[in-house]
């Protein structure tokens, strides 16, 4: 099973739909989630931490189900710049005692005009 | 805001020969890593560091592979005799709480 995964798409959405990405991992010691956006050719750069309790900024709203190992992004009202590719990321404790992010492969959003 | 330089932004090299790639980690975070991403796969670790030397690294980081920051500024990563299969993007991040990457160096092989 692959540590982090998702469903790379691409979802194909209109200008001002909603949509929403899900990601399944697969350690459960994974201590902290985040989703990266990452534009063609680009460094993946924070989009928002996820917490247990549901976190929302602005158009994102993002999900965690540590019981089933599980994360959501909502993206509502979608715009023409949200297009990119959206990275799901587990932040877990390695060995040595330090951190490592893993990342998914991606899901890629189109929005159109 | 502060920010993780790389240099170059686009490396090209024969196949064989050495490469260095650099990057300038944000002043006061003390920890480093690489990271690569194949074209169209997905990011993978490849090395962290902290207090001038490697914490973890990954399968992919082997022999060919060498991190070292040679002053107080700059984090480089080395590849000894490059391949084909070592084309990618090269990310580098320093992190303190949360990550900061650098926008990465293109290595083609040839």
């Known amino acids: 099973r692959k540590e982090v995964e998702q469903d790379p798409g691409p979802f194909n959405v209109p200008e001002g739909a909603t949509v929403a990405f899900n990601c399944t991992y697969s350690?459960?010691?994974?201590?902290?989630f985040f989703w990266y956006r990452q534009d063609c050719r680009k460094e993946p750069k924070l989009l928002m931490s996820v917490y247990s309790s549901g976190n929302e900024d602005g158009r994102f709203t993002a999900q965690l189900n540590r019981a089933s190992q599980y994360i959501s992004l909502l993206i509502r009202d979608s715009k023409l710049s949200d297009s990119a590719t959206y990275l799901c990321?587990?932040?877990?404790?390695?060995?040595?005692?330090?951190?490592?992010?893993?990342f998914g492969t991606g899901t890629r959003l189109l929005v159109s005009p | 805001e502060p920010e993780v330089t790389q240099t170059p932004s686009h490396q090209v090299t024969q196949m064989g020969q050495e490469v260095i790639l650099r990057c300038v980690p944000i002043?006061?975070?003390?920890?480093f890593y690489w990271y690569r991403q194949i074209l169209g796969q997905k990011v993978e670790f490849l090395v962290s560091?902290?207090?001038?030397?490697?914490?973890?690294k990954s399968e992919i980081f082997d022999d060919q592979f060498s991190v070292e920051r040679p002053d107080g500024s700059n984090f480089t990563l080395k590849i000894r005799s490059t391949k084909l299969e070592d084309s990618a993007m090269y990310f580098c991040?320093?992190?303190?709480?949360?990550?900061?990457f650098g926008s990465g160096t293109r290595l083609t092989v040839v």
């Open positions: 560091f902290y207090n001038n030397e490697i914490s973890e």
């Open positions: 002043s006061n975070h003390l920890y």
């Open positions: 350690n459960s010691a994974s201590q902290s």
């Open positions: 991040a320093s992190s303190e709480d949360g990550y900061t």
């Open positions: 990321v587990v932040r877990g404790i390695m060995n040595t005692g330090f951190q490592k992010l893993v």
